[in-house]
């Protein structure tokens, strides 16, 4: 027997017409030098409709790839919207690439036409004369000489053209939005969401069991609009009605606090060393005020728990952690604690990885590929599945990524029987020692709850011995010394005696990748080049 129900497809289409009929008077805020500015939804999408036909006169059609080199702004959101829903593919296109790593994907995307904003103009032109497959460059703001050679002006091309652009029908399985990975190991490579996966997406975010967006939101997004599309919050602004501050390239602690203050945001969504440096900022601001925010979320690598409990001491607010990868469009698990659980508790699951979010499932298996019990102890890989997670790249084979229909994470950890995960590490930075697996997660958070570390990074490093020992790598907070020997102590209190590192090392700042996370890489070389001056205490 077969169903009576319509089988209308799930478009970004439908999302912003949702959008800018019953949300029309909602706002979107641009942090620029001079103040913010502000544009309804219903003008946003006016201006989309304008740029779609601004792009269609410059030959790009369905199917077609546009890149976006841009700050979280109105402009990137209007690009959001028009890319996609006329129907070509909006290649969000990260500003912090290394150049070679950005003129791969650029050409591997096969971009066509890209829009730049003019403070990231000097970046790209590192790059100009490497793009083989894009034949226009369209520069958002007033820039000065040619250092991209000939370029068309944004806010000209959408003046020419006329609003109430014919949104086409699309297949909901078309490419929508295309987004590399950082590339921390090889080449990055390219994941292709569908209009399906996002709307899909979209809905998930909005439910209370994970982000819960909603129209009485107002979202300080601070993750990068390049990054995994924000994690989804331009459409699920749309989808819920959910007002937007976009902060640009304001993303120190003190900018942030301002318009926290300001803008009086009641989400606020970013990775954990962007909330690490709102907490320091906030310590010598006596006009902090958080009490606008009814949650903060924090993702894209392991939010410490010292943080969460910061946040709710101090200044009474939530931190609510979130999991997913480009892979996985990002949303998968949340870290909400289950109905009834004492607040005396919840800091227990909060400083979990997450919960898994309905829509998608997960197992963890064994380096043989059998699948381990869910027991909260067993250890095994992450594997992934879901609507809105990847089965494959774009262009590029990965076998070792994805079989039997899972898509392999490559980070290790534990699943229990009310589906909250907790990572222990991913595969290429656990460390073994002994035979035993030492998590420098774990460690890291350890480290980072002393009230004199700042930031703290843990890499294996050779020992004749025991295989692998770990190297502690410290940020220290201004002002605030200590010890090896301390920081030692402090961690032995806490993690199994054979965990605790002999290896310390104070250093600067902590090198991230193109996504804020910290690089192991890059320590791993300074480890090996003898740049990293290290004291190594008696075991």
């Known amino acids: 027997m077969r169903s009576t129900m319509q089988d209308a497809p799930l478009l970004i289409r439908d999302i912003v017409r949702h959008g800018e009929w019953l949300y029309a008077k909602k706002k979107v805020f641009t942090v620029t030098p001079t103040g913010v500015q502000e544009t309804t939804f219903r003008d946003l999408t006016r201006r989309a409709e304008r740029l779609a036909a601004a792009l269609t006169r410059l030959g790009i059609a369905p199917g077609d790839r546009v890149g976006s080199f841009m700050w979280n702004n109105q402009a990137h959101m209007e690009a959001y919207i028009a890319v996609p829903t006329m129907g070509a593919v909006l290649h969000t296109l990260n500003i912090r690439l290394f150049p070679e790593q950005l003129a791969f994907v650029i050409n591997h995307g096969g971009d066509r036409i890209i829009i730049v904003d003019n403070t990231l103009v000097p970046l790209l032109a590192r790059v100009g004369d490497q793009?083989?497959?894009?034949e226009h460059i369209i520069v958002n703001g007033p820039v000065e000489g040619a250092p991209l050679g000939e370029t068309l002006d944004y806010d000209t091309l959408l003046a020419a053209e006329?609003?109430?652009?014919?949104?086409?029908d699309l297949d909901e399985r078309d490419g929508a939005i295309m987004c590399y990975t950082s590339g921390t190991t090889g080449d990055p490579k390219g994941v292709v969401y569908s209009h399906r996966s996002t709307w899909l997406h979209s809905m998930a975010s909005t439910t209370a069991n994970s982000i819960g967006l909603c129209e009485r939101d107002r979202c300080l997004l601070v993750v990068p609009m390049f990054h995994v599309n924000a994690w989804g919050a331009v459409f699920s602004a749309l989808f819920a009605g959910v007002e937007l501050i976009m902060p640009q390239?304001?993303?120190?602690?003190e900018p942030l606090l301002r318009m926290i203050r300001e803008l009086r945001p009641t989400v606020a969504l970013g990775v954990p060393t962007v909330w690490n440096d709102l907490l320091r900022a906030a310590e010598s601001d006596a006009e902090a005020d958080?009490?606008?925010l009814r949650g903060i979320l924090a993702g894209g690598s392991a939010v410490p728990r010292s943080m969460i409990e910061t946040f709710r001491d101090r200044y009474g607010r939530t931190v609510v952690q979130g999991w997913g990868m480009t892979e996985t469009s990002p949303l998968a698990a949340v870290s909400l604690p289950p109905a009834g659980t004492p607040p005396e508790?919840?800091?227990?699951?909060?400083?979990?990885?997450?919960?898994?979010v309905a829509g998608v499932e997960m197992r963890i298996t064994d380096d043989d590929g059998s699948v381990l019990p869910h027991d909260g102890h067993t250890m095994g890989e992450f594997e992934i599945r879901g609507p809105w997670?990847?089965?494959?790249?774009?262009?590029?084979?990965a076998p070792e990524r994805f079989h039997d229909g899972w898509l392999r994470t490559g980070d290790i950890g534990t699943l229990d029987d009310e589906g909250f995960m907790v990572i222990t590490d991913r595969t290429k930075d656990v460390?073994?020692?002994?035979?035993?697996?030492?998590?420098?997660?774990?460690l890291e958070n350890t480290v980072m709850a002393h009230p004199a570390v700042f930031e703290a990074a843990v890499i294996a490093v050779p020992d004749d011995k025991w295989q692998e020992r770990p190297l502690c790598c410290v940020v220290l907070r201004p002002g605030q010394s200590a010890t090896p020997e301390e920081l030692r102590d402090f961690v032995a209190e806490r993690v199994a005696r054979w965990w605790v590192p002999e290896h310390w090392a104070f250093v600067d700042e902590i090198p991230r990748t193109s996504v804020g996370k910290f690089d192991k890489k890059v320590l791993r070389a300074h480890f090996a080049d003898g740049a990293l001056s290290v004291t190594t205490l008696p075991r």
């Open 162 to 168: 006329e609003e109430g652009f014919a949104w086409p």
């Open 431 to 442: 460390i073994k020692s002994g035979g035993e697996w030492i998590s420098s997660v774990e």
């Open 249 to 253: 390239m304001f993303l120190q602690g």
């Open 345 to 356: 508790e919840e800091i227990e699951y909060r400083a979990r990885t997450g919960r898994i």
């Open 290 to 292: 958080l009490t606008s």
């Open 389 to 397: 997670i990847a089965a494959s790249y774009y262009g590029i084979e």
């Open 131 to 134: 793009l083989g497959s894009v």
